[in-house]
């Protein structure tokens, strides 16, 4: 299949590595030069704006921040929707408020566009592997028509209703990750000032109830101080500002979530927004002034 590929940055690139490793022809673009050059010999054909992307492509896919970089890839500044051939269809893979999805969904439909939005979960280390999990929304017919394509990145790819679907699951699945994060870093502070060692405690309960994904892969991190990204703070902080968002149309309760967000937003200002989202830990570290170790 011809497709574009816009935004190769941490998650993006490995992405954009896999559908050609699938047998794909890629036209790619990113804003950000060195991006664009690490797709050099990879048999990608590097493009100098967003518009070269799409000619005579069959999808175009994105891998951006948040919703204005979407808008204004799309919509605004280099007005895709305007550019792509129009039996193309839109599969924007980016963490974006499911209200933007559905509104650029909207724009792209005057043009006769069809768009999924397929947001992922798993990190750098499953974009590489191409084992990411896919949240979709849109169109079934579309979905199963683009499942392999999505299949090719990762190695579950699930349909959750309309289009903003996929965005809704995502947020759902960023405020579980926030709190059980905050949640982790808590228990093991208190764990350690009560006088039991933070490994025994991680060893004894990660078999039981409390035991995760998130809890193998953070409380090792917590116990290191080892806060290199992984996924960093501020998108995580993005995520939440847009849970916030879709919460407050549908007047949903989330104070949890608010919570964190606050926790998140005063790592932020104190210049950690740039570590791994295990760097909660912190803001207990910062009030007791006791560091947690092994
Ligand atoms: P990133 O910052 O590494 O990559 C984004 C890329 O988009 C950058 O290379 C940037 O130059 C490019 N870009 C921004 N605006 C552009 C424009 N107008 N035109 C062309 N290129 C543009 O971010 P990432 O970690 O790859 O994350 C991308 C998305 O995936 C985000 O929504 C993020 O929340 C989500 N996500 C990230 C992870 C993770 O672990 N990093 C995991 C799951 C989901």
Known sequence: MKIAFIGLGIMGGPMAKNLLKAGHTLRVYDRNAQALENMKSTGAILCSCAAETVEKVEAVITMLPNSPHVRSVMLEDDRLAELMPGTATFIDCSSISPAASREIAGKLAEYGIDMLDAPVSGGQP??????????????????????????????????????????????????IVAVH????????????????????????????????????????????????????????????????????????PIPLTLQVLEMMKVLHHDGDGACDHSALLRYYQKLTGEVLHH
């Open 126 to 175: 499953k974009a590489v592997d191409g084992t990411l999990a896919f949240m979709v929304g849109g169109r079934e017919e579309v979905f199963l028509r683009f499942r392999p394509l999505l299949e090719a990145m990762g190695s579950s790819a699930v349909l959750c209703g309309d289009v903003g679907a996929g965005n809704v699951t995502k947020l759902c699945n960023q405020t």
């Open 181 to 252: 994060i905050a949640a982790l870093a808590e228990a093991l502070q208190l764990g350690q000032m009560c006088g039991v060692q933070p490994q025994k405690i991680f060893e004894a309960i990660r078999g039981g109830l409390a035991g995760s994904t998130v809890m193998n892969a953070k409380a090792p991190m917590m116990m290191d101080q080892n806060f290199r990204p992984g996924f960093r703070m501020d998108l995580h902080i993005k995520d939440l500002n847009n849970v916030v968002e879709a919460a407050g149309d549908v007047d949903a």
